[in-house]
């Protein structure tokens, strides 16, 4: 069976404390900090840079992985891998040329993902799965946290644990299947018996009521 990492993502944290909140999802048994990078062009929001993310780096050991919603990519991720950043996930119409952009990321050192919106064919991924670490599926349009999970995204994410197992099988590197948007303790379990291995949760994870035994049990909850 597959490993189940939790990944609470800051954009539902309290930005004025946000050294102390990545170490209290860290202390809670936290497997990866997701940072949402909104650039209010790519989406409708707008939300931290790098300056941001080599701030909170020497909080945690737990990776950074950061979802880049802006476009265009490319300039940015130099300074994301330079800011700490250690997964670098970015989506296919935000950038010209997907293949070199999955080869960039991981030749400055960090695993490379790709982001599919709900509206997103998997075929996206037809051409470059030898060179992509993660496949992260959206559940909810980007741009904002706090959304209702859209239930399409189950189907597709057995599709995509398809894809993934017979890339395995035929002897390809294994690829974390992350889901993101409305994951909640509610739903986790559907969502994972659809294959998905890495869950994303903001608002279900930073709106527990306070901020450490609450942290914790939401994550044990989640996990469980
Ligand atoms: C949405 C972001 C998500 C979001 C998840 O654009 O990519 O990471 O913060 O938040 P919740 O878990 O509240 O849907
Ligand atoms: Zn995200």
Redesign the pocket.
Known sequence: TQPVRIAP?I??ADFARLGDEVRAIEAAGADLV?V?VMDNHY?PNLTIGPLVCAAIRPHVTIPLDV?L?VEPVDALIPLFVQAGARIITFHPEASRHVDRTLAMIRQLGCKAGLALNPATPLSVLDHVMDKLDMVLL?S?N??????QFIPATLPKLAAARARIDAHVAGGGQDIWLQV????NADNIGAIRTAGADTF?????VFGAPDNDGGYRAILQRLRA
């Open positions: 993502s954009l539902s997701h949402d989406v979802h919603m959206m909810v980007p741009g904002f946290g706090g959304q993101d948007g409305g994951v994303v949760a903001g608002s279900a």
